[in-house]
């Protein structure tokens, strides 16, 4: 039958070509004013200037807040947005610009999946034609076939055979993930697009799902772009994580790396907000609070986007070059892409120590610190 | 902090006539918020956590919700048995609620200083010169920036986290003695969350109320509780001291939750899934509700529903320790994470064949 990516195998990658590689990916949206004439009067710009690699048979975490551009990215790479410029390479084929059959035929090899598992299944459809529906979009298989496939996906997925006859409305949430799922691996993709798969999950559910994704991942070899707030899961599942924040990539590097040592100030304080479910660790905590909200991506600051609410910023004094210069994403050693002017600083200052100091406190007590 | 009860549950049972059936929410539900404590209800939808504390406000939709049993003291009054028009004393004045969407729990039609004084106006007899000052002292409480000026926006002008931060503000007008909120972040960033936990504990902390805080979030009450009771199915399963819930959890079902989440704080492990999932209510509860999901279930627990007890052999320390369950694990089964006793196998119906779908029944296959 189908044989795409079934037989990659889960390699680290870094030496081979990726499977995909977006470069400066930037994704506006128009505002615009008026019934009848609409005319533009500003733009938002989701998504500016992104760019990373995915190699086969891994996960790459996209994490930040909301309206950090985490899913504009995800729905630019499958090409739910028409208006991107950049560069998206997948599997050596550029996918900016191209259309028709040539994109349908890449597409078949890129599938996503929604976080939200009640609204993306037709109610109306029964699951096995959920399931059959893309291998139908790309005629694969006559109908029998495609009946036996079906079977296939929903055991692979965890579901009985005769959940093809049921509809959407009789499975709980998780159940709903899993057909997801199975309609997501009918054309053997070699990337899936996981945009929250679990956030809309109860948390007893949520094992259940990480645990099914990691398996499907190292039986198909698939690759997965998952976008995620919730930075536990994130670190559970990814080999490398990127951190956005207002359209800009903060920092990217190794799961290991990116929390051994995180080299943002942003993500320094992301860390530090997530409540540990350890209160012995919780009580030791000193969080950095950030200031403020998340400025509107229409009127996003000047210079460094995370200035307005940086605490490194405050700490060295209010320099000048974060409201002025834009800070590139530059490498530093041994192998972590930042953003900001003063990373170094961050690099073993009190506050990263705290931030990632989970298992016991570093400092001696009674010192301030700060 | 002492050890006398501000807020008393007692064996309430809550029930919804729907045109599917009875829903079962809540069957027995008893505990105690101290004075000046932070208690978490934790569990997942549809556990009854939310539905327990729209019982204690006396906020149950009234055409479909009916109370068959239990008590809710505050202070020794019966909250059930009061009249509409005392009870109504008590909401906002001694009992303040804040709810999971700030969206929708502020009137967009309304300037937010017009909702803080109306608030403060309705239960005290102050002019609205007065009013309107302690209006912009509470909203600097909260830390909105510019209150003199923010305080005549309407609520579309303020993003969630400030939303939600007014609302505390409304909440505590009127110093009430008992907070419940119900996932106050659950709508929010992390970072933003943050911000709102530091002003939630600052404040308890200051005004010495007490609080009911309900949430799915074991981080959330790893941070902010001194005590937690958990739910499952419209029970309370196990309810212990904060330390204790997460040192020595009693019940297979607090034991699944701390295994099944990511940390943090540790490296990378196996995550252990509770498979399966949560009974659908509309039955009669019969014996333990966790039982079909449970990997230390014994016969007993498909017939009769364990109440909650002390932990047996506990030292003094832990007197609170309570668990609803036949068969504990030990501690290092609850280390583990699944039973090492022998005769106790692998948990019931694995994610990948279990039995997961009964078309029409919505429950789980009983052997």
Not at chain 2, 124 to 133: C, N, P
Not at chain 2, 335 to 341: F, I, S
Request: charged share 20%; net charge neutral; hydrophobic share 40%.
């Amino acid at each position: 039958m189908i044989a795409l990516g079934e037989a990659s195998l889960p390699t680290s990658g870094s030496g081979s070509a990726p499977l995909l590689r977006v470069r400066d990916l930037v994704v506006h949206f128009p505002i615009t004013k008026g019934v009848l004439f609409k005319r533009s009067v500003g733009t938002v710009q989701a998504v500016e200037g992104v760019s990373f690699d995915l190699h086969r048979g891994e996960t790459l975490g996209v994490v930040g807040e909301s309206g950090c551009g985490k899913t504009t990215t995800a729905r630019a790479i499958v090409r739910l947005n028409s208006s991107i410029s950049g560069s998206i390479v997948f599997d050596g084929r550029e996918l900016v610009g191209l259309e028709g059959e040539a994109l349908r035929q890449i597409r078949r090899r890129i599938q996503m999946v929604f976080q939200d598992p009640f609204s993306s299944l037709d109610p109306r459809m029964r699951v096995g034609s959920i399931v059959a529906e893309p291998l139908r979009v790309h005629r694969v298989g006559t109908p029998q076939e495609r009946r036996a496939r079906v079977g296939e996906l929903l055991e692979v997925v965890g579901l009985p055979r005769y959940a093809a006859g049921q509809y959407p409305h009789e499975f709980s949430g998780g159940q709903r993930q899993r057909i997801g799922l199975a309609r997501a691996l009918a054309l053997h993709p070699d990337l899936i697009v996981a945009d929250e798969p679990i956030s809309a999950l109860d948390v007893s559910i949520r094992a259940q799902i990480l645990n099914l994704l990691a398996h499907l991942q190292q039986e198909f070899g698939l690759a997965y772009l998952l976008i995620a707030h919730d930075i536990a899961a994130v670190r559970w599942i990814s080999n490398r994580v990127v951190v956005m924040y207002l359209g800009h990539v903060m920092e990217q590097a190794s799961t290991a790396e990116l929390f051994r040592a995180p080299l943002h100030p942003y993500t320094v304080a992301l860390l530090s907000a997530v409540p540990i479910p350890n209160p012995v660790l919780e009580a030791g905590r000193q969080r950095i609070i950030l200031k403020g909200d998340v400025p509107s991506p229409a009127a996003p600051p000047a210079g460094c986007k995370f200035h307005p609410r940086c605490w490194l910023r405050e700490d060295l004094g209010n320099p000048p070059e974060c409201e002025e210069e834009e800070p590139p994403l530059r490498l530093l050693p041994p192998a972590h892409e930042v953003a900001c002017h003063f990373a170094e600083r961050v690099l073993e200052s009190a506050a990263q120590r705290r931030a990632v100091a989970w298992r016991a406190p570093t400092e001696p007590p009674g010192t301030n610190p700060h | 902090m002492s050890d006398r009860a501000i807020l008393s549950v007692e064996d309430l049972v809550v029930r919804f006539k729907t045109r599917g059936g009875i829903v079962y929410a809540v069957n027995g539900v008893s505990f105690d918020v101290r004075e000046g404590e932070t208690l978490g209800l934790v569990g997942e939808s549809g556990c009854g956590k939310t539905v327990t504390s729209l019982a204690v406000m006396r906020l149950l939709p009234k055409g479909s919700a009916s109370v068959p049993r239990g008590r809710v003291l505050f202070e020794g009054r019966n909250l059930l048995e009061l009249r509409e028009s005392a009870m109504r004393d008590i909401r906002g004045k001694e009992i303040a609620m804040i709810f999971q969407d700030p969206t929708t729990s502020l009137n967009p039609v309304l300037r937010i200083g017009k909702q803080l004084t109306e608030t403060i106006r309705a239960h005290q007899r102050i002019g609205r010169v007065e009013a309107r000052a302690r209006a912009e002292e509470l909203l600097a409480m909260v830390g909105i920036p510019a209150s003199g000026r923010s305080i005549s926006e309407y609520p579309h002008r303020f993003s969630g986290g400030m939303r939600q931060r007014i609302v505390i503000a409304i909440a505590l007008a009127l110093a009430p003695k008992l907070l419940i909120a119900d996932e106050p972040t659950t709508a929010l960033d992390v970072t933003i969350q943050a911000q709102i936990l530091d002003v939630l504990r600052e404040l308890a902390k200051r005004s010495g109320a007490a609080m009911l805080l309900i949430t799915h979030d074991l981080g959330v009450v790893a941070s902010m509780t001194q005590r937690i009771a958990v739910m499952y199915a419209g029970f309370v399963v196990e309810t212990a001291s904060t330390d204790l819930i997460f040192a020595a959890p009693k019940h297979p079902y607090t034991v699944g939750l701390l295994h099944s989440i990511p940390r943090l704080e540790d490296e990378p492990t196996d995550l252990v899934a509770i498979e399966g999932m949560p009974p659908e209510q509309r039955r009669e509860p019969v014996g333990c509700p966790f039982a079909p999901r449970c990997a230390w279930r014994i016969p007993a627990c498909w017939t009769t529903n364990p109440s909650l007890r002390p932990v047996a052999s506990s030292p003094a320390e832990d007197a609170d320790h309570q668990v609803a369950c036949h068969n504990p694990p030990t501690l290092e089964e609850a280390d583990a994470g699944r039973p090492l006793r022998s005769g106790f196998g692998a948990a019931p119906g694995p994610g990948l064949s279990a039995p997961l779908v009964v078309p029409g029944e919505g429950g789980l296959e009983r052997p």
